[in-house]
């Protein structure tokens, strides 16, 4: 909890994940995954080349936080988190987005006094906007994650791991959170985000174990039906126009890298990258940002750990029981946000990723991968 919910803009507050991850490193033991041998040695390569250069502190720090998260992956042994924290993490979260609405102010206060805007601020929310329950999807409520992509972000994550750990409840009982997380997604105004989640919804109900085909089949068409109105009516706002982010973010995002591999002189950046992205910000391009996880990973890390990602997540992918293989649909965020290059969000996916990893789905019978102890609750 303490990676969706603590402040970003503290330094004391961003060392808590990599204290974490050192915790869960020592409390492993020995054991590391043997596919992050490849990204480790990737991201020291780019150390190595680029640590007496113009690399920063910031940068240098965020490669090693990366590095300790991968290295201590998988983060935990044979554990499923229960609901209840995936349930208090969001209502902190949606209610820190509906005070804004129904004009919350004690809650909408403490959200700006305790995590304050640092960029953008006409692209975010105050408190001083004349936001309704009649206007709001004029608006894009990004809570205490002050912008709101991050936020929708999050919060297809919990959903993911909600809809893996509930495969046996039935969908009755699961709709409630279901259609919650969807409307803070539409508060949002994320395409990428309205996208994820009705993709992890539509992919789950193949998962669940609680319906027989012939129901799995209706209740898919029904679920499809109901996104493709959304689509179609753009009741849902800025959320459901999606062709329109194809072609100005996605698009944008994806020429500019282009242009830069243009215009990049040097095959030993090629291959390792430059570590630093504050170097591509204060190049040539000065208006325009990469945004997405290809190209931050391209541009510091080189083409050797864009590959080596790759390697690690396919190979992590080919472990996870396939009833639970949905759960890569958030990497769909890797395309018009970033998971590894942030420092939050790289932390909760390999947390939550761990957790299924761990359990492996051999005939009728679940076994750990250790084969030793039985999955436990946390």
Same mark, same amino acid.
């Given at each position: 909890?303490? $990676?969706?919910?603590?402040? =970003?803009?503290?330094?004391?507050?961003?060392?808590?994940?990599?204290?974490?991850?050192?915790?869960?490193?020592?409390?492993?033991?020995?054991?590391?995954?043997?596919?992050?041998?490849?990204?480790?040695?990737?991201?020291?390569?780019?150390?190595?080349?680029? #640590?007496?250069?113009?690399?920063?502190?910031?940068?240098?720090?965020?490669?090693?936080?990366? /590095?300790?998260?991968?290295? !201590?992956?998988?983060?935990?042994?044979? !554990?499923?988190?229960?609901?209840?924290?995936?349930?208090?993490?969001?209502?902190?979260?949606?209610?820190?987005?509906?005070?804004?609405?129904?004009?919350?102010?004690?809650?909408?206060?403490?959200?700006?006094?305790?995590?304050?805007?640092?960029?953008?601020?006409?692209?975010?929310?105050?408190?001083?906007?004349?936001?309704?329950?009649?206007?709001?999807?004029?608006?894009?409520?990004?809570? @205490?994650?002050?912008?709101?992509?991050?936020?929708?972000?999050?919060?297809?994550? @919990?959903?993911?791991?909600?809809?893996?750990?509930?495969?046996?409840?039935?969908?009755?009982?699961?709709?409630?959170?279901?259609?919650?997380?969807?409307?803070?997604?539409?508060?949002?105004?994320?395409?990428?985000?309205?996208?994820?989640?009705?993709?992890?919804?539509?992919?789950?109900?193949?998962?669940?174990?609680?319906?027989?085909?012939?129901?799995?089949?209706?209740?898919?068409?029904?679920?499809?039906?109901?996104? !493709?109105?959304?689509?179609?009516? $753009? /009741?849902?706002?800025?959320?459901?126009?999606?062709?329109?982010?194809? =072609?100005?973010?996605? $698009?944008?995002?994806?020429?500019?890298? #282009?242009?830069?591999?243009?215009?990049?002189?040097?095959?030993?950046?090629?291959?390792? $990258? =430059?570590?630093?992205?504050?170097?591509?910000?204060?190049?040539?391009?000065?208006?325009?940002?990469?945004?997405?996880?290809?190209?931050?990973? /391209?541009?510091?890390?080189?083409?050797?750990?864009?590959?080596?990602?790759?390697?690690?997540?396919?190979?992590?992918?080919?472990?996870?029981?396939?009833?639970?293989?949905?759960?890569?649909?958030?990497?769909?965020?890797? #395309?018009?946000?970033? #998971?590894?290059?942030?420092?939050?969000?790289?932390?909760?996916?390999?947390?939550? @990723?761990?957790?299924?990893?761990?359990?492996?789905?051999?005939?009728?019978?679940?076994?750990?991968?250790?084969?030793?102890?039985?999955?436990?609750?946390?």
């Amino acid at each position: 909890m303490s $990676g969706l919910l603590l402040p =970003h803009t503290s330094t004391a507050f961003m060392l808590v994940n990599p204290f974490f991850c050192v915790i869960f490193l020592f409390a492993k033991g020995k054991y590391m995954c043997k596919y992050g041998m490849a990204p480790v040695m990737a991201i020291l390569m780019s150390l190595l080349l680029n #640590i007496s250069g113009a690399a920063t502190g910031k940068s240098i720090l965020t490669a090693l936080s990366i /590095i300790l998260c991968v290295v !201590a992956f998988p983060m935990v042994n044979n !554990a499923k988190i229960k609901n209840i924290y995936i349930y208090i993490s969001f209502g902190v979260i949606f209610l820190s987005q509906v005070a804004y609405m129904f004009n919350l102010g004690l809650v909408a206060s403490f959200v700006d006094t305790y995590y304050p805007i640092s960029w953008g601020e006409g692209f975010i929310t105050r408190t001083n906007e004349n936001v309704s329950i009649v206007n709001f999807l004029d608006y894009r409520q990004g809570g @205490l994650f002050r912008n709101p992509n991050q936020l929708a972000k999050f919060v297809t994550f @919990l959903l993911a791991l909600f809809l893996v750990n509930n495969k046996k409840l039935s969908i009755k009982k699961q709709v409630w959170f279901i259609a919650l997380c969807i409307f803070s997604i539409v508060l949002t105004g994320s395409r990428t985000g309205f996208v994820v989640g009705a993709m992890l919804v539509l992919l789950s109900i193949f998962s669940n174990q609680h319906l027989t085909n012939s129901r799995r089949s209706l209740v898919f068409v029904a679920v499809f039906g109901l996104v !493709a109105y959304f689509f179609l009516s $753009g /009741i849902g706002g800025r959320s459901t126009l999606v062709e329109d982010g194809m =072609h100005d973010s996605m $698009g944008s995002k994806f020429w500019l890298v #282009i242009d830069y591999l243009k215009h990049e002189l040097s095959f030993i950046y090629y291959l390792f $990258g =430059h570590l630093d992205y504050s170097l591509f910000e204060g190049s040539y391009y000065t208006t325009y940002n990469l945004d997405c996880e290809y190209g931050y990973v /391209i541009y510091c890390f080189g083409f050797v750990g864009f590959f080596a990602f790759i390697y690690f997540f396919y190979k992590v992918y080919q472990r996870v029981d396939i009833r639970n293989r949905f759960f890569f649909i958030v990497c769909l965020w890797m #395309i018009s946000s970033t #998971i590894i290059m942030s420092y939050r969000a790289i932390f909760v996916f390999m947390l939550l @990723l761990s957790t299924i990893y761990n359990s492996k789905k051999v005939g009728n019978a679940k076994i750990s991968v250790g084969g030793k102890h039985p999955t436990r609750m946390i």
